[in-house]
């Protein structure tokens, strides 16, 4: 039993030390979504925020309505891949963590 106790501390600090790892480099990360067959991107990094948006000039001859759905459409893909970018990175930091039967973590 003791043995057991001891192996789930070294675990949970080995965890922490992936999470600390994880996170860091979470706030590298960066992605960047299109709409409009790429005549709108925005890159997003790790933590959501926007970093840069590019709209090719021809679409400013279009109407405000079309330039906002492409807007949106390109945030809501950049935010995708952050957030797939992020899953990867934090499951990376949890695996070999041998946790009981049915017990999840909450990512």
């Not at 675990?11 to 480099?25: F, G, H, L, W």
């Amino acid at each position: 039993m003791r043995g057991d106790i001891g192996n789930l501390l070294k675990q949970a600090q080995q965890v922490q030390e992936n999470m600390q790892k994880a996170q860091a480099e979470v706030a590298k990360i960066t992605a960047t979504g299109e709409s409009g067959g790429g005549m709108v991107k925005v890159t997003l990094n790790g933590k959501h925020e926007a970093q840069r948006v590019q709209i090719e000039p021809a679409l400013m001859n279009e109407e405000r309505e079309v330039l906002e759905d492409l807007i949106a459409a390109a945030i809501n893909d950049a935010t995708h891949r952050v957030a797939a970018a992020v899953q990867q990175t934090m499951s990376g930091a949890m695996a070999g963590l041998q946790l009981p039967p049915g017990m999840k973590l909450p990512f």
